[in-house]
């Protein structure tokens, strides 16, 4: 099983603040999703990122996928106490399953 | 649709005791699967099926784990004589075959062994 590691593990800054969470692998995924998890329910997807070198935009959040399919970045901007929760990267084993990261704490305070 | 079930939310259960866990995925999703999440981890894969066909388990998952999906439809996880190292949130996902769409998740079982 291939394995992701995220970066930071932990992550507390102030409301207004810019924020990047790294995802990498030394291996190649056909896709690579993210996902964000509140305390005691499952994780909720936020993107898809297939192509090498794709960037998308989620409002505030921008996601981009590396051009060798190995590793990614989350990046906030302005955030909100709300933005508060537990960011998860997975990587698609090519039509198999998905192989998650341990995730990033993110706590934003007001 | 209501998305993905899990029933029950919470299980407290004594060492050694059995416990089965039940799984609704999304009815247009050909694809269940199950993962365990530690508090601080990610998701760790356990199973999944295509249909009623499990097409792969974790070889982390000891023979006191099965699984079954008998219909295509609901699926169900049993763990057997229980140990305090199975305690964790159980997480059901399902998706469509073509799985860049991403999984849908349901709000998981948290298991507490005492």
């Known amino acids: 099983t291939q394995l992701l590691e995220q970066s930071p593990q932990f992550l507390s800054i102030q409301e207004g603040e810019n924020l990047t969470v790294y995802c990498n692998s030394s291996?190649?995924?056909?896709?690579l999703q993210w996902y964000r998890q509140e305390p005691g329910e499952g994780p909720v997807l936020l993107v898809t990122v297939v192509t090498g070198g794709e960037v998308k935009k989620l409002k505030r959040l921008t996601f981009q996928f590396g051009d060798a399919r190995k590793d990614s970045s989350l990046h906030i901007t302005a955030a909100q106490p709300g933005d508060t929760g537990l960011y998860l990267c997975?990587?698609?084993?090519?039509?198999?399953?998905?192989?998650f990261g341990a995730g990033t704490i993110l706590r934003v305070k007001s | 649709d209501t998305g993905v079930s899990q029933d029950p939310r919470h299980k407290i259960t004594k060492r050694g005791q059995n416990v089965t866990f039940r799984c609704d995925p999304i009815?247009?999703?050909?694809?269940l699967y199950w993962y365990r999440q530690t508090l601080g981890q990610g998701p760790e894969f356990l199973t999944y099926f295509q249909n009623e066909a499990q097409l792969e388990k974790s070889r982390l998952l000891s023979d006191r784990f099965s699984a079954e999906r008998p219909k295509g439809s609901f699926s169900t996880l049993e763990i057997q004589r229980t140990e305090q190292g199975d305690s964790a949130m159980y997480l059901c996902?399902?998706?469509?075959?073509?799985?860049?769409?991403?999984?849908?998740f349901g709000s998981g079982t948290r298991l507490t062994v005492v």
């Open positions: 996902a399902s998706s469509l075959t073509t799985s860049n769409y991403g999984y849908t």
């Open positions: 997975a990587g698609m084993e090519y039509g198999n399953k998905l192989v």
């Open positions: 291996s190649v995924f056909s896709s």
């Open positions: 009815s247009e999703h050909n694809r």
